[in-house]
């Protein structure tokens, strides 16, 4: 079983950095793919970010392409998101999970807004 447990997130100005970071616990994280989610209020949620096991293979979404990267480092059981040149529309919950994601591995997510 993996525990996932979101960190980093909070208020930052639009043009701003932050970076997530989404620490597991149990199981065999450093063989799994990975993937950061987001949801914002009223909306569903949604990948924007993806990485293989060995960090060979990445995938954005059009929205973050270009602003956002992934990485992991699986020594620590640990996968990031550095958010640069954040925008409003990047205010949402952000999640981590595996690919495909895994119903009882959600966490509780980790807030960001962004103001303008």
């Known amino acids: 079983q993996v525990q996932l447990v979101e960190s980093g997130g909070g208020l930052v100005q639009a043009g701003g950095s932050l970076r997530l970071a989404c620490t597991a616990s149990?199981?065999?994280?450093?063989?799994?793919?990975m993937a950061w989610f987001r949801q914002a209020p009223d909306q569903e949620r949604e990948s924007v970010a993806a990485?293989?096991?060995?960090?060979?293979?990445?995938y954005y979404s059009d929205s973050v392409k270009g602003r956002f990267s992934i990485s992991r480092d699986n020594a620590k059981n640990t996968v990031y998101l550095q958010m640069n040149n954040v925008k409003p529309e990047d205010t949402a919950v952000y999640y981590c999970?595996?690919?495909?994601?895994?119903?009882?591995?959600w966490g509780q997510g980790t807030q960001v807004t962004v103001s303008s």
């Open positions: 149990g199981g065999i994280f450093h063989s799994l793919p």
């Open positions: 990485i293989s096991w060995n960090s060979e293979n990445l």
């Open positions: 999970n595996a690919v495909p994601p895994k119903y009882d591995y």
